[in-house]
């Protein structure tokens, strides 16, 4: 997983599945523990049925992520807004 990537549903899928079946608490880090984290943090939140606004809030400025278009983590934002519907938000 690449913060200046997109991550769409087929490779969000097996993401997915790892945090559903590993044992929980789940530590989640990645080179700065905002971007990627963040990302996968809201996907963890989205499959323990934690609502919209919840999972979102993993991807914020609170735990260091910088939500600007265009920037080197900006493909995170994005993916977040795609994969809202396939997990079932309203977006």
């Given at each position: 997983m690449?913060?200046?990537?997109?991550?769409?549903?087929?490779?969000?899928?097996?993401?997915?599945?790892?945090?559903?079946?590993?044992?929980?608490?789940?530590?989640?880090h990645c080179?700065?523990?905002?971007?990627?984290?963040?990302l996968?943090?809201?996907l963890?939140?989205?499959?323990?049925?934690?609502d919209e606004?919840?999972?979102?809030r993993?991807?914020?400025?609170r735990y260091?992520?910088?939500?600007?278009p265009?920037?080197?983590?900006w493909?995170m934002?994005?993916?977040?807004?795609?994969?809202e519907g396939?997990l079932?938000f309203?977006?």
């Amino acid at each position: 997983m690449s913060a200046g990537k997109r991550l769409g549903p087929e490779k969000a899928a097996p993401l997915m599945a790892l945090l559903r079946a590993a044992p929980k608490p789940v530590l989640i880090h990645c080179m700065s523990g905002a971007d990627r984290t963040g990302l996968a943090s809201a996907l963890l939140l989205a499959n323990l049925n934690h609502d919209e606004d919840a999972a979102e809030r993993q991807i914020s400025f609170r735990y260091g992520h910088i939500s600007i278009p265009y920037t080197a983590a900006w493909p995170m934002d994005q993916s977040w807004e795609a994969l809202e519907g396939w997990l079932g938000f309203s977006s």
